[in-house]
């Protein structure tokens, strides 16, 4: 499943993972599931033909990302992998960070952050001159609306109704949206 939350130069992307690491770190080796939020920059191309025609919009290259994410052989609910990626190089992540909070109780963690753009922005190297004004604004004010729509998909990963494991074990797989 995959949901997004768009504003004129930011956007928000929800989905759900299955994920099995090629080069899982130690400690690591079992698949994960959970959901992903990434922070991307959108951009809307002109109009494709009459003034009536749909207006192209692309939620492009991410600067942030959440994994909220526990491992398949951890009971429901467990977030033993939950993460964080503070900075992209390009398309590219940066290298896991682990944060207590996060782990302990993600929903509260990402509703701080996205009250926040601002900082979360800074992290991610991105100039705020980069995004529209009022957009900071607009982000955090929908906070809530984007962490109800994380928590609702969480539950139905942890019921077991998204993220589903691939039909035939692979030594790498990921199953999702993003």
Request: charged share 25%.
């Amino acid at each position: 499943m995959l949901t997004a939350f768009g504003f004129e130069t930011l956007g928000v992307v929800i989905a759900d993972m299955y994920f099995v690491d090629p080069a899982p770190a130690a400690g690591q080796e079992t698949p994960e599931r959970g959901v992903r939020l990434e922070l991307r920059l959108v951009d809307r191309a002109e109009p494709q033909g009459s003034i009536y025609a749909g207006v192209p919009i692309a939620f492009t290259r991410p600067v942030w990302r959440v994994d909220i994410f526990g491992s398949t052989e951890s009971p429901p609910g467990t977030l033993d992998r939950a993460h964080h990626h503070p900075r992209f190089n390009g398309w590219e992540p940066g290298p896991r960070c682990f944060v207590a909070e996060l782990t302990a109780d993600p929903l509260s963690w990402l509703a701080d952050q996205l009250a926040d753009p601002a900082a979360v922005l800074a992290r991610a190297g991105i100039d705020t001159d980069e995004v529209a004004k009022g957009e900071l604004t607009r982000l955090a004010a929908a906070a809530a609306e984007i962490v109800d729509a994380v928590r609702r998909m969480l539950d139905a990963v942890w019921d077991g109704e998204l993220a589903p494991a691939p039909a035939e074990p692979v030594a790498a797989a990921r199953t999702g949206w993003l």
